[in-house]
């Protein structure tokens, strides 16, 4: 009794002992009866629970280390005791276990498969904020065992990678359920943040995807699409439902379009012009124009509305270049030229004279427009544009009259519209130099006026050009620049430059760059916005390190945490993907998308109940 007591990390009261010693209630407070007059002077007894303790710390201390030969048989009753109140047929459960079981745990390295219990939603239960928090303390020791691991293994093993997902899960819900408060009210909303949840759920299986090969791929679209089928005529974007219909095929592909264009119709949000473009690309032809011809509607025809940024689908442009047709000249020709990149080339070469046709003075009233004509401009448009430099971008202008052979003019315009920085020069010609053959590269101008720069200007410009840097100053000299910016301020452009190099460098030392984004990342405190481009160097990491990364990331970098974001978002599964493919391959990646399937039960029960209230 003693001993155990020794190791507690508060005082025991008698149903405490009944678990540690496996015995009923009676039994133990029996047993305690007994010993208590020969441990008088040792022990208090009281308190509202007649709660056990040593008289003094200093006697605890003697008699932990008196008794430590019997260590692990008393941790193992300890262990014993922690199984059986964790395990989800468990009917009662002591305060003191439900305090400091996960502390027990940590401190004495058990297995991670011993703590995962702490990740189920019979644990995580939202009866008060004290209750959550407590759970959150509880998976914030399985996370940092989890840590441990992955640093002794060096490696993300399946194992790790289920456990991972699962105890994010656990926190995410965790987090979602403390915004809810649903202790507080009866009312409270979890059918939605339920239904975001399944859908970036969806969303970080289409993700996972595409990091296997395309026998065991099936098998994980499969599990997107059954959430989709499942509740996504529910869901409040359509933009998810387009992105899982894009990854199926035939009629499931129209059936889950149809869905999102359900959801686009009923919203009242900006993006549903958009919406309603993207889902016309996964339509047959002729209700694809139908609804492209409702977009056109939906926006009054504004073209930003309908097409934002690049990334347009060639059937959505087809549809809308079609529906198009009857807007107004200024307005048609501006939807044109946001369509250009994905039209077909016989559409597009129609296009670029429907354009040269209804040009006129500062039709284009964006860079965004401007920048999407100047690759298909003929040379009579060339130089209409010319004069309207204030709206054309510089570089997209530069990189058309260099594709025409025109390179003194491109570099004269370059610079001429740089002005006397020495920052502005050098990204002028850097834009420049990525457009032009070797031997006909401003190199001896661009290296003395990056030489004019500070460590961290020099650094930014090797961020935003990359492939240029490496081939004008050298792989070498590309990637000590960057390593030379040491300043505090320029941690969070230093790790993109670095990450972005791992793409750009020979093969032989992209390693070695994302080597150093990975730990400049980590040395600068883990700064989350550059962890998109960190992501995109993954396939140059190191199993260890892109491991560690994900360990330290997922959802615990999240700028909004909650059960969605755990799988969509910032610091998500789906953003983290590529690096949980390199930190243990395809094995890992399938364990992960298993852990997203079963997630659906978090919040479940509770989202069913309000539903049918």
Request: hydrophobic share 50%; with cysteine; glycine share 6%.
């Amino acid at each position: 009794m003693l001993s155990l007591l020794a190791r507690a990390l508060s005082p025991l009261d008698p149903e405490d002992f009944a678990e540690l010693w496996d015995i009923d209630n009676h039994a133990a407070r029996g047993r305690l009866l007994v010993c208590a007059p020969f441990f008088d002077r040792l022990l208090r007894w009281g308190g509202p629970a007649h709660a056990v303790s040593f008289q003094h710390e200093a006697l605890r201390v003697a008699w932990a280390q008196r008794s430590a030969g019997r260590g692990e048989a008393i941790d193992a009753r300890y262990r014993g005791a922690i199984a059986r109140c964790t395990a989800e047929s468990s009917r009662r459960l002591p305060a003191y276990f439900r305090r400091y079981a996960s502390a027990h745990l940590a401190l004495g390295g058990a297995p991670v498969a011993s703590m995962l219990a702490f990740a189920e939603p019979s644990w995580v239960r939202p009866v008060s904020a004290e209750a959550l928090a407590r759970a959150l303390i509880d998976l914030r020791r399985l996370r940092d065992r989890l840590k441990e691991e992955v640093e002794r293994c060096r490696s993300l093993t399946p194992d790790l990678a289920a456990a991972l997902v699962r105890c994010a899960a656990a926190q995410g819900a965790a987090a979602t359920l403390g915004d809810a408060e649903p202790w507080a009210s009866p009312d409270a909303d979890l059918v939605t943040p339920r239904l975001d949840a399944d859908a970036a759920r969806a969303l970080s299986l289409v993700a996972l995807a595409a990091e296997v090969s395309p026998s065991p791929r099936a098998g994980v679209l499969e599990k997107a699409f059954e959430i989709a089928d499942r509740t996504g005529a529910r869901w409040s974007s359509p933009s998810a439902l387009i992105a899982v219909a894009e990854a199926a095929e035939g009629e499931r592909r129209t059936r889950i379009a149809r869905a999102a264009l359900d959801v686009a119709r009923r919203s009242d949000g900006g993006d549903a012009p958009r919406e309603l473009v993207a889902a016309a690309g996964l339509l047959p032809e002729e209700e694809a124009q139908e609804v492209a011809a409702e977009a056109i509607a939906r926006a009054g025809g504004a073209p930003p509305a309908l097409v934002p940024g690049p990334g347009v689908s060639e059937a959505s442009a087809v549809a809308l270049e079609r529906a198009s047709r009857s807007l107004p000249a200024p307005q048609r020709i501006r939807v044109l030229a946001r369509l250009l990149a994905g039209l077909p080339a016989a559409a597009r070469a129609r296009a670029v004279q429907e354009i040269e046709r209804s040009w006129a003075p500062w039709c284009f009233e964006n860079e965004a427009e401007a920048a999407a004509v100047a690759p298909y401009l003929t040379e009579p448009l060339l130089e209409r544009a010319l004069e309207e430099v204030p709206v054309w971008p510089v570089h997209a202008l530069g990189a058309r009259l260099v594709a025409l052979g025109r390179e003194d003019e491109a570099r004269a315009l370059a610079l001429r519209w740089a002005g006397s920085s020495a920052g502005y020069q050098a990204d002028a010609l850097l834009r420049l130099g990525e457009r032009l053959p070797p031997g006909r590269r401003p190199e001896k101008e661009i290296k003395a006026l990056i030489e004019e720069l500070a460590p961290e200007e020099r650094c930014d410009s090797i961020k935003e050009h990359p492939s240029a840097s490496v081939a004008i100053l050298g792989a070498e000299a590309a990637l000590r620049t960057v390593e030379d910016c040491n300043e505090l301020s320029g941690s969070y452009v230093r790790i993109v430059a670095l990450a972005r190099l791992a793409r750009a460098l020979p093969e032989a030392m992209r390693a070695e760059a994302a080597r150093r984004a990975v730990l400049a990342f980590e040395a600068g405190g883990a700064d989350a916005d550059a962890l998109g481009d960190l992501c995109d160097a993954a396939p140059w990491m190191s199993p260890a390190d892109a491991a560690r990364l994900l360990s330290t990331c997922l959802f615990d970098a999240s700028g909004s945490p909650s059960l969605a974001g755990v799988f969509q978002g910032w610091a998500s599964l789906a953003q983290l993907a590529g690096v949980l493919r390199r930190a243990g391959g395809e094995e890992a990646v399938l364990a992960a998308s298993d852990e997203v399937a079963i997630a659906g039960r978090w919040l479940h029960k509770m989202a069913i109940s309000q539903r049918d209230q």
